[in-house]
Nanobody, 121 residues
């Protein structure tokens, strides 16, 4: 399985960007998600979506500003980011995973290479 993220760039505060993540190869993953890592910080969860039903879940820091979506036919994941803030600056990673039946947590099995998002003030 390969994940190819794209769409990052430099944008002013208040602007928008849309990230894409194209998945190839066979996988039994039923969840897709976005994470980010800012300089000097640990990777953090941003949003996730189920491939089948489309249910979504967001980190509080992006709720109401970011929208995760997927196109099953194209095997592509998206992250629409609006009202961007300087604190959103990070490398954004897409991932595929499976929800554990035992505890309901998603285990992330595959990761993309990351795309840089820089928000200037």
């Amino acid at each position: 399985v390969q994940l190819q993220a794209s769409g990052g760039g430099l944008v002013q505060a208040g602007g928008s960007l849309r990230l894409s993540c194209a998945a190839s190869g066979r996988t039994f993953s039923n969840y897709a998600g976005w994470f980010r890592q800012a300089p000097g910080k640990e990777r953090e969860f941003v949003a996730r979506i189920s491939w089948g039903g489309g249910s979504t879940y967001y980190a509080d820091s992006v709720k109401g500003r970011f929208t995760i979506s997927r196109d099953n036919a194209k095997n592509t994941l998206y992250l629409q980011m609006n009202s961007l803030k300087p604190e959103d600056t990070a490398v954004y990673y897409c991932a595929l995973g499976r929800m554990s039946r035992s505890d309901g947590e998603v285990r992330w099995d595959y990761w993309g290479q990351g795309t840089q998002v820089t928000v200037s003030s």
